[in-house]
């Protein structure tokens, strides 16, 4: 769970949140999350020890937990302990109730062990035409370890086709990972691009799909940041995934900026992730038409570009 489905539920259990100088405000009040999406539920002993540590620290904020599920235990004792939220998939515990909601998340299909960025990186350069012999090249391209390309290397498909290969990238993406803020603003969604990119952020999504092979106007901004973006003092209002504009994630795979500079397309992800992220955040059901428009460019470039 990221943080804009968190912020989805606090404001479900009656919440008022914001963002003010890149801090979190429930209800007026700076917070703190700590996130437990792995390993066993979050017991009694847990969130005690967690709480005990928080407190400890002079800058302490008011703690939000967030999980999945929790044990009844845990529940009920965070229910007696106002200084703490606990969010869950189905309910919020806060200032000593429980809010039980009416829509829960779907679930997140469990995964094991580390998400595989390094091997899609490592593809995703050499749809850039990135040289299959020269390892180290490949691997600044890919910004992944030399290790990491070798073994990419050798779970490459037999038959490199550059069709297919985009096509498996896209559906087989892990996603970004990270923590995602959703903002809303009524300004035009050009501008909302522009001062995100002064920001330092990768564009992605529509705009991104555009600068590669236009297709049609862009309907909202997605973007990538190694660092929390404070858009409130912009006059954004910081919502969730029902109703945004711009999409902000700082991503878990950091090999989303070397991709993008293997295209040489400065302030753009590659088109495997524009085309990855028009599938999941287009509402005009023509983004299949912008993923062919990609497709077809990528083919183009390999073409050319393939161990030139």
Same mark, same amino acid.
């Given at each position: 769970?990221?943080?804009?489905?968190?912020?989805?539920?606090?404001?479900?259990?009656?919440?008022?949140?914001?963002?003010?100088?890149?801090? =979190?405000?429930?209800? @007026?009040?700076?917070?703190?999350?700590?996130?437990?999406?792995?390993?066993?539920?979050?017991?009694?002993?847990?969130?005690?020890? =967690?709480?005990?540590?928080?407190?400890?620290?002079?800058?302490?904020?008011?703690?939000?937990?967030?999980?999945?599920?929790?044990?009844?235990?845990?529940?009920?004792?965070?229910?007696? *302990?106002?200084?703490?939220?606990?969010?869950?998939?189905?309910?919020?515990?806060?200032?000593?109730?429980?809010?039980?909601?009416?829509?829960?998340?779907?679930?997140?299909?469990?995964?094991?062990?580390?998400?595989?960025?390094?091997?899609?990186?490592?593809?995703?350069?050499?749809?850039? @035409?990135?040289?299959? *012999?020269?390892?180290?090249?490949?691997?600044?391209?890919?910004?992944?370890?030399?290790?990491?390309?070798? *073994?990419?290397?050798?779970?490459?498909?037999?038959?490199?086709?550059?069709?297919?290969?985009?096509?498996?990238?896209?559906?087989?993406?892990?996603?970004?990972?990270?923590?995602?803020?959703?903002?809303?603003?009524?300004?035009?969604?050009?501008?909302?691009?522009?001062?995100?990119?002064?920001?330092?952020?990768?564009?992605?999504?529509?705009?991104?799909?555009?600068?590669?092979?236009?297709?049609?106007?862009?309907?909202?901004?997605?973007?990538?940041?190694?660092?929390?973006?404070?858009?409130?003092?912009? @006059?954004?209002?910081?919502?969730?995934?029902?109703?945004?504009?711009?999409?902000?994630?700082?991503?878990?795979?950091?090999?989303?900026?070397?991709?993008?500079?293997?295209?040489?397309?400065?302030?753009?992800?590659?088109?495997? =992730?524009?085309?990855?992220?028009?599938?999941?955040?287009?509402?005009?059901?023509?983004?299949?038409?912008?993923?062919?428009?990609?497709?077809?460019?990528?083919?183009?470039?390999?073409?050319?570009?393939?161990?030139?």
């Amino acid at each position: 769970m990221d943080v804009g489905r968190v912020i989805k539920q606090l404001r479900s259990a009656g919440a008022h949140v914001k963002m003010s100088d890149l801090t =979190i405000l429930v209800d @007026g009040e700076p917070v703190d999350f700590e996130f437990k999406t792995t390993g066993r539920l979050p017991e009694r002993a847990w969130l005690q020890k =967690i709480y005990a540590a928080h407190e400890s620290r002079r800058d302490r904020a008011h703690l939000v937990v967030v999980a999945p599920r929790a044990t009844v235990n845990a529940i009920e004792w965070a229910r007696a *302990n106002r200084d703490l939220t606990l969010v869950l998939d189905d309910r919020v515990v806060r200032d000593g109730e429980v809010h039980m909601l009416e829509e829960t998340p779907a679930a997140q299909p469990a995964t094991r062990g580390p998400r595989p960025y390094a091997r899609f990186a490592v593809w995703r350069a050499l749809l850039a @035409g990135a040289p299959h *012999n020269e390892q180290a090249r490949l691997a600044e391209l890919a910004g992944a370890s030399q290790g990491s390309v070798s *073994n990419a290397l050798r779970l490459l498909p037999d038959d490199e086709d550059a069709a297919k290969l985009f096509d498996e990238l896209v559906a087989g993406y892990p996603g970004p990972g990270g923590q995602s803020f959703y903002w809303w603003s009524d300004r035009p969604v050009d501008e909302q691009a522009k001062q995100l990119t002064a920001r330092g952020a990768l564009l992605s999504g529509d705009f991104a799909a555009d600068a590669i092979a236009p297709w049609r106007v862009s309907e909202r901004v997605v973007g990538y940041a190694k660092a929390t973006i404070d858009l409130a003092s912009d @006059g954004y209002v910081l919502t969730d995934d029902s109703d945004y504009t711009t999409l902000v994630t700082i991503p878990s795979d950091l090999t989303l900026w070397s991709t993008a500079a293997a295209w040489g397309r400065e302030g753009i992800v590659d088109p495997v =992730i524009a085309a990855y992220d028009v599938l999941r955040t287009a509402t005009t059901g023509d983004q299949d038409e912008a993923v062919d428009k990609l497709r077809d460019y990528v083919v183009r470039w390999y073409a050319k570009h393939a161990d030139a």
